[in-house]
Every structure is written in C-alpha cells, then in structure tokens.
C-alpha cells in the first residue's frame, strides 16, 4: 500500500509554494503599500491558513510520515522506558485464569496505545500502536498472540505501528474506518460493527469531528462481569477532548453526545495524556467545581512520579470535563454574555463547545 498522498504531489508543491510566498512577504523589509495591505491580510489569515497547509502535508503527503519518524526516534531517546508508568488493569482477577487484562503503553512524548488481552486465549487486541517497538515489546513480555490492531484515525501518532505489526504478525488484521485512509487497513468498519477476539467483544462507534473517520471503540463489559472500556482516541481524554481538524462544533457536539450515551461506570482509555493540562483549564472556566479541584490533587500527585492518570470514569468525567458540560446553565453562566448583539441571546450547546475550545487555545498560549 502506498503512503496517502504520493498520488498527488500538487499538494506539497503548492503548499511549500504558498508557504515560501508568505514568509517573504511577511520578512521583506521594504514595501509598498499594497504590498503592507496584502501582507496584513496575509497575517490576519496567515495561522489559519499554514495549519491547514501543514495538516493536509501531514495527512496527504509523505512529509506526514516523515515527521513521525522523528518524533517516534526523538521520543525514544528522551524516554527509553515511556514517558509515564502504567498500571496494567485486570478485570476478574479472582478467576484462574483472569478474565481480560488492559495493559496501557507509553508511546511518542503522550501518547497511550492499548494491548486488550483475553487472558485464558492468549489473544491480544492492539488499540493504536505508535511505535511497533514499545508494543512488541509488550506483546512478548506478555506472551500473548497478536490477532487484530484497532486504529482510531489516521494520523500517524495513532497508525505508524501499523505496518510493522501487521508483517510481523501475518494472521494480524488492522479494522479502522475506510473513510480515513488508515495505512495497511484490510477490514474497514462502520458505526455499531462488533470485533470479536477470543471472549473480547469490541464495538466500533463512529465519532467523526477530529477526523472524517475517527472512531471509538468500546469493549463490553458483561462477557467478563466487568467495567466496559471505552478507547476514545483523540476524541475525549481526561478533561478535555480533542481538536476539530475534519468537521464542525455540530459534529464534535454529536460524537461527545454519542459517549455521553454510555452508563458512568466506563473507563475512559484516551489516546494522549492531557489530564494535568486540561483540569488546569477547566479550573478557569469553573474555579469552584469541588470535584475538578479533588481530581487536579490525585493527577498532581500522579504526574510528580510520572504515573499515568488512566483510566478515568464517564461519571468523573460528566462531573468536572467543561466539554461534556455544555448542557449544564453553571457553565453557561461562567462564560459570559451570549453571541448575541446584546448578549441577552443564550449560547447553543455547538457555540459554547467551540468558545471553549478558542478559550483553551488562549490559554495554552500563555
């Protein structure tokens, strides 16, 4: 399979192009002033428009692959054990043998991929493999057989193992949406499709917004009288969710609706750890939520020993994350008047999601 993108090389050319021309107008020393006019409404746009130039080289081109790769080596030379320690969580653990065993791994600078593992088939489930290093790795120490890798979205943070393990592992299949360009996909799935390993049943829910094809995937509980599981990608993490690159705050909106359909007692399983950074912004939408504050103290402690604060709760999570919150009037209220001209005008839950995420980035800023 070829690398998304190598059939149309315009993409990079012109981007490059179109890059080239933006820092020389905006590095020129002297200008007229229709040049000082363009170069004005070339700043006013220029971020908007080199994100979307550099995410369509990162999702269409090679340069996306490449950019992987160095921060998959600069990634493994700062942390040659993982950026964070991980608890495996073992489900029955009073039976003989245990029932289902989740074992997160540390991968790139924040990154979780997940091995799922049916402990008395000896089967195991990858969710997003990184680096194929740090999971084979696992998969050995295990002991276990590789049969399926379950991929989010396609950006390579989520799919670069994918090649390695599936030629490594010949019988391995590699599920994800058709609709993202998942590299060496062989079974596309759709919204509500099962994968079933050994006793695993894993359901696939589409949650399109940060890609066109992002899914979830959500390990059902009942067949090992346990908690489900819910791998969120880069959906939902720990007090926040993730960016919207292919979509609309409508779309983001339905697809967090989608998880919040799902009973609190599942464990959220995200693609990246955020948890510090994003309770710290929810403090500043809501200072006063008492169950932000206790959660902010138990990751504090957590991140001083560079543990992983996964998994978290769909109860915590509907308790202090400001983006599952949108129907709540206290959020309403903390941020301000609404759109309207006179701000009597009351925020739609799709205009409230996408003032958080622009608040959030101001904040990150600082």
């Known amino acids: 399979m070829a690398w998304p993108g190598w059939s149309a090389p315009w993409l990079w050319v012109a981007g490059c192009g ?35 130039i550099g995410y369509s080289l990162y999702t269409r081109t090679w340069l996306g692959y490449l950019f992987y790769r160095q921060q998959l080596r600069r990634a493994r030379n700062r942390y040659p054990k993982g950026h964070s320690r991980t608890q495996p969580r073992l489900f029955n653990a ?3 043998p245990p029932g289902v065993k989740v074992l997160p791994i540390p991968v790139l600078s924040d990154n979780y991929s997940y091995l799922i593992i049916d402990t008395q088939a000896r089967l195991a489930v990858v969710v997003d493999p990184s680096d194929p290093q740090a999971v084979q790795a696992s998969i050995e120490k295990e002991g276990v057989d590789l049969v399926a890798i379950l991929c989010t979205h396609k950006h390579w943070d989520h799919s670069g193992g994918n090649r ?12 994800g949406s058709p609709q993202d360009s998942i590299p060496y996909l062989t079974h596309p799935l759709c919204h509500q499709d099962v994968v079933s390993v050994g006793r695993l049943q894993i359901r696939a829910l589409a949650t399109p917004g940060h890609t066109q094809g992002h899914l979830v995937y959500l390990l059902d509980g009942e067949p090992y009288k346990g908690p489900s599981c819910l791998f969120s990608g880069d959906l939902l993490f720990l007090s926040g969710c993730g960016r919207t690159f292919e979509g609309t705050a409508e779309t983001m909106l339905s697809s967090l609706d989608t998880v919040l ?9 995200p693609g990246h750890e955020y948890a510090e950074e994003n309770l710290g912004f929810a403090g500043v939408v809501e200072p006063e939520n008492l169950a932000r504050e206790r959660k902010m103290q138990w990751v504090q402690r957590q991140r001083m020993e560079r543990k992983s604060t996964c998994p978290s709760t769909l109860g915590e999570e509907r308790s202090y994350n400001p983006f599952l919150r949108t129907h709540c009037l206290v959020l309403q209220e903390a941020l301000g008047p609404g759109p309207g001209p006179t701000g009597d005008d009351s925020y739609s839950r799709a205009e409230l999601l996408e003032k958080l995420r622009r608040l959030k980035d101001l904040h990150k800023s600082k």
């Open 164 to 175: 390695d393990l599936s030629r490594r592992h010949q019988d391995c299949r590699v599920y």
């Open 18 to 52: 179109l890059l080239l021309l933006v820092l020389v107008l905006l590095a020129s020393p002297r200008s007229c002033r229709a040049r000082r006019t363009l170069r004005g409404l070339l700043m006013a746009r220029s971020k908007r428009l080199l994100f979307r």
């Open 261 to 269: 359909g799902l009973g609190d007692d599942t464990l959220l399983w």
């Open 94 to 96: 009073h039976l003989c």
